[in-house]
């Protein structure tokens, strides 16, 4: 069983799906932390992100690991536990760029659905309801007002002691917003048969009751 979870930065996707995930006893995968240890191993490898060249050839030599404790996930790289690494404002721009490289996406693949048949999971993501899970049983787009998901990740960064300019936060989540849904292969966008939900106004509790009621009542 598959819930799939898609939508843009700072819309509270991690949040949600956490919170379903624990509620209904699923696994929770954040797809996301796969293009930041690829976007980690590019930074630890002094490549630019922007050589898709360099970063391709990367990827036979990495070991991308993942996995559950207590319901939380930890990622590790070539056998180093990066988990905490992978929030950094570093990290976060180059995932965004290096998941335009058509081949770091087709490497990522596999090991994301490899993850999808250890039970019932709830992923998040871009693409996850159009591309890695087309056939989840249920999914779910998220999206919200522009400045409430600046104001929602500005203070994300300041909980974490990253807090910089919030006009900061607001150009940094544009720029990661544009290159998501413009790029060519497995751009930002709804499944068809995605559920929309538009989480402005919600809090998280919200949104996942109204996934609950959507999966148990099979609609
Ligand atoms: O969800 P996140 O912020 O951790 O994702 C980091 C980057 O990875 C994001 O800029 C886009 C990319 N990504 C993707 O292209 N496809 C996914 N399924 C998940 C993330």
Do not use: C
């Not at 240890?37 to 590019?42: E, H, L």
């Not at 988990?83 to 990290?91: A, D, H």
């Not at 807090?163 to 917003?177: C, H, I, N, Q, Y």
Request: glycine residues 8%; proline residues 5%; aromatic residues 4%.
């Amino acid at each position: 069983m598959i819930i799939a979870i898609d939508g843009p930065a700072g819309v509270g996707k991690s949040t949600v799906a956490r919170l379903l995930a624990a509620r209904l006893g699923y696994l929770y995968l954040d797809t996301g932390a796969l293009y930041r240890a690829v976007a980690w191993k590019t930074l630890r490898s002094g490549i630019r992100p922007t050589d898709h060249e360099s970063v391709t050839t990367l990827m036979p030599t990495t070991l991308i690991h993942m996995q559950f404790l207590n319901g939380a996930m930890q990622v590790s790289v070539d056998g180093s536990d990066v988990t905490e690494e992978l929030r950094t404002p570093e990290v976060t721009a180059t995932a965004s760029i290096v998941s335009a490289i058509p081949a770091v996406r087709e490497w990522l693949l596999p090991i994301q659905r490899q993850i999808g048949q250890r039970g019932s999971v709830v992923a998040e993501g871009r693409d996850v309801g159009t591309k890695v899970f087309p056939t989840a049983a249920y999914k779910f787009f998220l999206e919200a007002d522009a400045d409430v998901r600046v104001a929602r990740r500005h203070r994300e960064l300041v909980a974490a002691g990253r807090g910089g300019a919030v006009e900061t936060t607001s150009g940094d989540l544009a720029d990661r917003d544009r290159r998501d849904r413009t790029r060519s292969i497995a751009p930002l966008i709804p499944a068809g048969d995605a559920r929309l939900i538009d989480t402005s106004a919600l809090s998280p509790d919200q949104v996942v009751e109204q996934m609950i009621a959507t999966v148990s009542t099979g609609s």
